[in-house]
């Protein structure tokens, strides 16, 4: 082990620290300290150069995967489909095209105190050690493209920190302080930024104070609690905060409370060139695009057709990813000619998530396209659609037969190179 080989293992050693990642003014002794045990006497006539080393760390911080450094240290499989047609939700690897199924989410009652309760999200991460996905505790997280490191919050939201995970070591490098609390987190298209979408209550929350009635039994109804966003910069850590309220200008129906369409998660998102930050919305307009300052502007001309398919704009901005279009048991969808929202293709898929490609698109479908047979609308599978060709290649199995069947899952889809 060299030099700066010991001194990176030592800040790792120290990352795992869960305090405030400024560093302190103590850092060298304390690198130093880290390592007594191991070979203290022949890096003894080394300590002037560890200094100096770590005076540079200090002055700028070190590199890590994901943030333009050196090769990455995180191999993720690239054949062109691994596909898992008997895993749902899977074990291994997912991927098609140049995306991978970073993560995936399950949704879980969990009981709070006053009858209250929450649908705490359970999410499985892929570890490349490993090369499975592996449970964890995070309460959110989002996976930077290339999936060298991921962010992640605490349970107990809204977290006042962020976390840098390095998929690497599965370690926390530091932590970026958020005073103002967030519930969700996402990075941009590049991975150098993250939008964290800030709230004043838990946005999976369920509460008596926003009581409503299902069934004719009232039960904890969610609350609206947003109050803005940070623009994280992912390799400074520095986070700036924006004041946004939920939009006033909806098209509602006369004597309709805004409360009524406001869900209570309504994180931020970043729109396909990473310029802009976007907002879904359950009427009129549909969708809101901001600045990163918290700033309404038109929409981009490329994404003034957006709908809720996640897919959105293909990479070569020829489609974009349009609503179901199926009748009866059969599956389809369309997809958009970007500059006048109309259907320029039908393809198959129920729900389309994201693109592979520019000649490829990940879907929810029904097997082999066809609900009913014994396996209902929402018995879906993720499948591979080729959109010149209208096949489909199945990348997993089916969800269940329920929209609450257990083990239901929600695939994140991150760039893999």
């Known amino acids: 082990m060299n ?7 030592s800040l790792r050693d120290l990352a795992d620290d869960k305090k405030e990642a400024a560093v302190q003014p103590d850092l060298a002794d304390r690198v130093l300290r880290t390592r007594s045990r191991r070979r203290t006497r022949r890096y003894a006539g080394l300590i002037t150069a ?3 080393i770590v005076a540079v760390a200090v002055a700028v911080p070190l590199l890590g995967p994901g943030t ?8 993720i ?8 047609p008997d895993q749902s939700p899977p074990r291994q690897l997912v991927a098609a095209g140049d995306v991978a199924v970073s993560a995936y989410r399950q949704n879980h009652k969990k009981k709070l105190p006053g009858k209250e309760w929450d649908l705490t999200p359970v999410w499985h991460l892929y570890h490349p050690a490993t090369k499975r996905y592996e449970k ?12 060298q490191q991921a962010a992640v919050l605490e349970r107990g939201l809204p977290a006042d920190r962020i976390g840098i995970l390095n998929l690497d070591t599965w370690k926390v490098d530091r932590w970026i302080l958020v005073p103002k609390g967030v519930g969700g987190v996402e990075f941009s298209p590049d991975g150098k930024r993250l939008v964290a979408t800030a709230y004043a209550r838990n946005p ?12 004719g039994k009232d039960q904890p109804g969610p609350k609206a609690s947003r109050t803005g966003f940070y623009i994280v ?7 700036v905060y924006h004041r946004v309220g939920y939009p006033k200008d909806l098209d509602l129906p006369k004597g309709m409370p805004l409360s009524s369409h406001v869900n209570p998660r309504e994180d931020f998102g970043w729109n396909a060139d990473g310029t802009l930050l976007y907002e879904f919305m359950s009427a009129k307009p549909y969708i809101r695009f901001l600045t990163t300052d918290g700033k309404q502007v038109p929409a981009p001309p490329k994404e003034k057709h957006r709908g809720y398919p996640t897919a959105g704009l293909s990479p070569d901005g020829t489609y974009m990813a349009g609503d179901f279009a199926g009748e009866g048991n059969k599956t389809s969808s369309y997809l958009l000619d970007p500059d006048t929202g109309k259907p320029a293709k039908e393809i198959p898929g129920q729900q389309l998530l994201a693109w592979a490609d520019s000649k490829r698109v990940i879907a929810w479908d029904c097997h082999e396209g066809v609900c009913g047979k014994g396996r209902g609308e929402f018995d879906n599978e993720l499948v591979l659609v080729d959109i010149e060709k209208e096949t489909t290649t199945v990348l997993t199995g089916g969800r269940g037969k329920k929209d609450d069947a257990p083990g239901r899952w929600t695939a994140v889809f991150t760039p893999r190179r």
């Open 136 to 147: 964890t505790n995070w309460a959110w997280l989002d996976v930077a493209p290339g999936m």
């Open 77 to 84: 499989p690239q054949q062109d489909i691994i596909a898992r």
């Open 204 to 215: 999976d929350g369920r509460f008596w104070d926003a009581k409503e009635k299902v069934n």
């Open 233 to 239: 910069d992912v390799a400074s850590g520095e986070a």
């Open 68 to 75: 333009g450094g050196s090769d990455p240290a995180v191999e």
């Open 3 to 9: 030099v700066e080989e010991l001194v990176r293992a």
């Open 50 to 52: 560890v200094a100096a």
